[in-house]
């Protein structure tokens, strides 16, 4: 069965552009693949968070997967240190990746520029690590959003490399598109992100969300009511698009066009359909924190599983590279 991998890096809550962009494909390619999902605790660190904060963003991130339909029963659930064959993999492919590749990763002089008294070499070398995630269990569907293109196809080239020097080990990743491959934040000009502080969290109740909309960038042209408006260019009515039916969402278009409808009313109705979205992803989070236990289970499950996948792919790894023990 075709494979498919992906995983989450816990660095803050979960919002919005996670689950466009992620959870509502991780749900569906779970119908379709093998499928592996993992919260990236390993590629957190470039951050260098502290210990406990790191270890709540962990469970904070499974807890999000669960609530938002990602299926033990149907995917394998892990946390990524707790499979340790993703740093030994790492290393060997950091063995055969050129450093001329790595420096024309633009992702090193973003994330650089956004931690500029932390400028580590785990920042440099983030996508091999990106690459032995996805080799380790030879996956051959992997979603990924547009920022993440070049890292895909630095995979490509580094796992057909290690094909070219040591024989045919690793398929070709191919790339699989969300519907949302890049959400915009409510300043309507970056990706949404907590760091720049333009998400909507995916847990915060209606009443949080409102607050949030109430301040988010619309029409530029429409600074009164009586303003006619092209929804087109409106960040707000862009967020209709996933959680507004296609009635309502043709209503509200000519509501703008014609300034019958103004922007705070587009807000609330979004933030109407958002909540019955996210109210019920924030219960189902709520029942899992109320039994720890629980999730200890299928994230100790799927590491298990996920190590056995893992080590059959390395002992063949071991063995192409001449690291194979002898008995």
């Not at 994330?111 to 070398?125: D, H, M, V, Y």
């Not at 969300?178 to 907590?194: F, H, T």
């Not at 996948?309 to 590279?321: G, I, K, W």
Request: neutral net charge; aromatic residues 6%; contains cysteine.
């Amino acid at each position: 069965m075709v494979r498919t991998m992906s995983g989450i890096q816990p660095t803050g809550n979960l919002h919005i552009g996670n689950y466009l962009g992620a959870l509502v494909n991780f749900v569906e390619l779970q119908q379709q693949y093998e499928s592996f999902f993992c919260v990236v605790d390993l590629h957190a660190l470039t951050q260098r968070p502290e210990a406990a904060v790191l270890q709540r963003a962990v469970r904070e991130v499974a807890i999000g997967m669960l609530a938002s339909g990602v299926d033990p029963d149907k995917a394998t659930l892990f946390v990524q240190s707790h499979v340790p064959q993703h740093s030994e993999l790492a290393w060997i492919l950091t063995c055969l990746t050129p450093l001329g590749d790595l420096n024309r990763m633009t992702q090193f002089k973003d994330k650089s520029a956004q931690q500029p008294e932390n400028i580590n070499a785990g920042l440099f070398t983030y996508p091999i690590l990106q690459t032995a995630d996805i080799a380790l269990y030879r996956a051959e569907r992997v979603p990924v959003g547009e920022d993440q293109d070049q890292h895909l196809e630095l995979a490509r080239e580094t796992l057909r490399r290690f094909n070219f020097v040591y024989g045919e080990t690793f398929p070709d990743p191919q790339t699989v598109r969300s519907k949302a491959p890049r959400v915009i934040g409510l300043d309507g000009q970056a990706k949404m992100s907590k760091s720049k502080g333009n998400e909507i969290g995916l847990f915060e109740t209606a009443d949080e969300t409102m607050l949030k909309l109430r301040g988010a960038k619309t029409d530029p042209a429409r600074l009164r009511k009586s303003d006619k408006g092209t929804p087109e260019v409106c960040n707000i009515f862009s967020y209709h698009g996933y959680f507004t039916s296609a009635e309502q969402r043709e209503e509200i278009a000519a509501g703008c066009r014609s300034a019958q409808l103004g922007c705070f009313d587009c807000k609330k109705m979004l933030a109407a359909n958002m909540e019955a979205v996210k109210g019920p992803i924030r219960e189902r989070a709520a029942v899992l924190r109320s039994d720890p236990a629980r999730l200890d289970d299928i994230l100790a499950a799927g590491a298990d599983k996920a190590r056995a996948a893992a080590e059959a792919t390395m002992q063949l790894v071991r063995e192409r590279v001449g690291l194979r023990r002898k008995d």
